[in-house]
C-alpha cells in the first residue's frame, strides 16, 4: 500500500501563486507516476487529471493550466509538488495526489486538499 498526504492548500488571491506538496509513504518502491487531479465546485463535475510527472521525469499539464502550473518530484524524499502560479477563480477544487503503482490496486490516492482563489 502506499500513502499519500497532501499540504499546502488554502486561500489565496487572484493572479497569487500556491505551492502543494504531497510525499508518499509505504510501498514507495512500486509507485510509477505521481500526479494531481482536482475536483472543481460545480454539482456534477468531474476530477480531472491537472499534471503527472513519470519515473522518468516526463510531465503532462493540461492545457488549462499550462505556462501557470508546473509539477515536480523528489524522488529521494517520495515527494511530488504542484507549483500553481497567476491562479484564477476557476482553479478553485479539491486537489488531489495520486499515484499510479505496480501494486494493486495500481493507483492509490490522497485525501485531497482545498485550494480557493478568490479576493
Known amino acids: 500500500q502506499v500513502h499519500l498526504v497532501e499540504s499546502g492548500g488554502g486561500l489565496v488571491q487572484p493572479g497569487g501563486s500556491l505551492k502543494l506538496s504531497c510525499a508518499a509513504s509505504g510501498s514507495v518502491h512500486n509507485i510509477n507516476a505521481m500526479g494531481w487531479y482536482r475536483q472543481l465546485q460545480a454539482p456534477g463535475d468531474q476530477r480531472e487529471l491537472v499534471a503527472a510527472i513519470t519515473s522518468s521525469g516526463f510531465t503532462n499539464i493540461i492545457p488549462s493550466v499550462k505556462g501557470r502550473f508546473s509539477i515536480s518530484r523528489d524522488f529521494a524524499n517520495n515527494t511530488v509538488y504542484l507549483q500553481m502560479n497567476m491562479v484564477k477563480p476557476e482553479d478553485t477544487a479539491v486537489y488531489y495526489c495520486?499515484?499510479?503503482?505496480?501494486?494493486?490496486?495500481?493507483?492509490?490516492w490522497g485525501q485531497g486538499t482545498q485550494v480557493t482563489v478568490s479576493s
Open positions: 495520486w499515484c499510479s503503482s505496480s501494486e494493486k490496486p495500481n493507483e492509490f
